[in-house]
């Protein structure tokens, strides 16, 4: 594997690498890389670095960035690399939520890197993966940087999807951040409630011993 490092950190480190020599697991979304094509062009840069398994080249998260980047004929593309297999800190889930819970559905590493290698790609969005480090490190990556060439096609990689099933694909996407975002504010409320009622019995002390 071809790559230049541009920072590297204890379990992870940012390289740019090959687009070509990246391989994704699972299908993407038109409607999905439509949108992400039209953000690029009109930023002119990546914001943020795609992340995959520094041993198989294959794409964890990020697989609509390189897809785009691809279609528009760039050569090269910033990554996070990290040891996939040998890490059981990164998890994955199936929805954003899964994330904050324990019991899950379970989708092994073997699988997902199994699916890139043979070729037998999974659907669109049926993964998700959780890192121990953000992946929303912003690098602000100046396309003009990423080389370029012919544009690719890429449709070997994309699910056929009717305009109907593109709409249903917006909404469940919405629907799944929405999920997220609900959970968030009921476990908000609870640590709310519980500080509240420590901090009540804190002040009813009694025994002359005060933190306020």
């Known amino acids: 594997m071809t790559h ?19 391989k994704p697991h699972e299908k993407g979304s038109p409607v999905y890389l439509k949108l992400l094509r039209k953000e690029l062009l009109k930023d002119g840069m990546l914001r943020y670095p795609i992340v995959a398994d520094e041993k198989t080249s294959v794409i964890l998260d990020g697989m609509h960035r390189w897809l785009a980047l691809k279609s528009l004929g760039y050569t090269l593309i910033p990554v996070i690399l990290v040891n996939a297999i040998q890490n059981p800190k990164i998890r994955i889930g199936k929805r954003r939520i899964h994330r904050y819970m324990d019991d899950s559905p379970k989708i092994t590493m073997e699988k997902v890197i199994s699916a890139a290698l043979s070729g037998r790609l999974m659907k669109p969005r049926s993964t998700r993966h959780f890192f121990p480090f953000s992946k929303f490190q912003q690098i602000n990556c100046p396309l003009r940087s990423l080389g370029k060439k012919t ?33 968030l504010t009921r476990r908000k409320e609870e640590v709310e409630k519980e500080m509240g009622e420590f901090l009540n019995r804190v002040k009813n002390l009694d025994d002359g011993i005060s933190f306020f």
């Open 151 to 183: 544009p690719q096609d890429v449709s070997r990689y994309l699910a056929t999807m009717t305009a109907t099933e593109c709409n249903l694909a917006i909404e469940d996407w919405l629907d799944e951040i929405s999920e997220e975002l609900k959970f």
């Open 4 to 22: 230049t490092v541009l920072a590297e950190k204890t379990d992870s480190k940012i390289a740019i690498m090959p687009i070509d020599e990246l």
